[in-house]
């Protein structure tokens, strides 16, 4: 499965819309993405994972790294996510209590 990383920006904030699957293959590639958004100076950044068929624990670190980096110059990384099943990875491994999760990238961008 290919992984495709889409970034706009709304009002301000980097948006990074994953399609695919975030695994041990393709989390390198997310990684690389939130490290140059940060370089960019990019330290409000929505990642939406509407269209994430799958997550797996290196996906999962690879969010927290990417969450670590921004709050390092006072940023922020919020989480887009609607689907069950890769809600569910959240819940148990406790990271909603770490990761502003929303329902659309409006509401993320005006949080």
């Known amino acids: 499965m290919e992984l495709d990383l889409d970034v706009t920006e709304q009002n301000g904030v980097a948006v990074l819309a994953v399609k695919g699957e975030v695994d ?5 590639r997310l990684r690389e993405k939130l ?4 370089t960019q100076g990019k330290h409000r950044i929505v990642v ?3 269209g994430v068929e799958f997550l797996d624990s290196t996906g999962l670190g690879v969010l927290v790294g990417g969450l670590k980096r921004v709050r390092s110059h006072n940023g922020d990384l919020s989480l887009v996510c609607t689907q069950h099943r890769i809600l569910k990875v959240f ?3 406790g990271l909603t ?3 502003s ?3 659309t990238v409006d ?3 005006a949080e």
């Open 24 to 28: 041990v293959y393709t989390a390198p």
């Open 35 to 38: 490290v140059e958004l940060v």
């Open 48 to 50: 939406n994972l509407e």
């Open 91 to 93: 819940e148990i491994t």
């Open 97 to 99: 209590k770490v990761f």
């Open 101 to 103: 999760i929303h329902e």
């Open 107 to 109: 509401a993320a961008v």
